[in-house]
């Protein structure tokens, strides 16, 4: 069955330094999202982005962040000038053709800021 | 304001006996909602969704929900819990267009 894969796993980054998680959502799918989750605890959305171009996007989505599929294949999360408090779990997903489908899910990339 | 509240951070069912997991909900319009859970060290896996239609849900591995819209209410269902479904549950609901808010989660621990 398809999957969405994240990498890196793992990702430890100086605070101050920008950060890009990298994204492959399933291939025919449409919808795609970032979420982030802070020590296994709530689920957060951060941005939806359909059409190329973001759709819908969180109060935390602010001017640090930015998203991009920048071949038809990758979808990418930047986070610029990173924060302590931006340690957390990046989850990337896909839905396939409208937004009430179910979305698929990446085992996420682990964010740590030092 | 949108919201979905999940009141119980943790429920506890033996292996065999019934087990639920609430969900509460406020939108202004239809809601759209999901259940959604979690494995430990791994994204969220869909068991179940509520567009229209039906008030009583049915998902994946035997879970069902049902849609009470005059409680405002999302609660998930099992008749016979198992071991393996011990996990982190969330609820969750889609708002505008493309926007979705997650509830809490509420761990499920079913013992042997």
């Known amino acids: 069955e398809p999957e969405v894969t994240q990498t890196p796993s793992h990702q430890v980054t100086q605070m101050g330094q920008e950060v890009i998680l990298r994204c492959v959502p399933i291939?025919?799918?449409?919808?795609f999202y970032w979420y982030r989750q802070i020590l296994g605890q709530k689920v957060e959305f951060l941005v939806s982005f359909y059409n190329n171009e973001i759709s819908e996007k969180s109060e935390i989505f602010d001017d640090q962040f930015s998203v991009e599929r920048p071949d038809g294949s990758n979808f990418t999360l930047k986070i610029r000038s990173t924060k302590l408090e931006d340690s957390a779990m990046y989850f990337c997903?896909?839905?396939?053709?409208?937004?009430?489908?179910?979305?698929?899910f990446g085992d996420g990339t682990r964010l740590s800021i030092l | 304001a949108q919201s979905v509240a999940q009141p119980e951070d943790q429920v506890n069912v033996a292996e065999g006996n019934p087990l639920t997991v609430k969900c509460t909900y406020s939108?202004?319009?239809?809601?759209?909602l999901f259940w959604y859970v979690q494995y430990p060290n791994r994204g969220l896996q869909f068991l179940l969704k509520?567009?229209?239609?039906?008030?009583l849900v049915k998902g994946s591995y035997g879970f069902e929900a049902e849609f009470n819209k005059s409680q405002t209410s999302f609660h998930l269902k099992k008749p016979s819990a198992l071991v393996s479904d011990s996990a982190l549950y969330f609820c969750?609901?889609?708002?505008?267009?493309?926007?979705?808010?997650f509830g809490s989660g509420t761990k499920l621990n079913v013992k042997p």
């Open positions: 291939s025919n799918h449409l919808y």
């Open positions: 509520y567009i229209t239609g039906d008030n």
């Open positions: 969750a609901m889609r708002y505008n267009f493309n926007k979705f808010y």
């Open positions: 939108v202004s319009g239809n809601p759209y």
């Open positions: 997903a896909s839905a396939k053709d409208t937004a009430d489908q179910p979305q698929h």
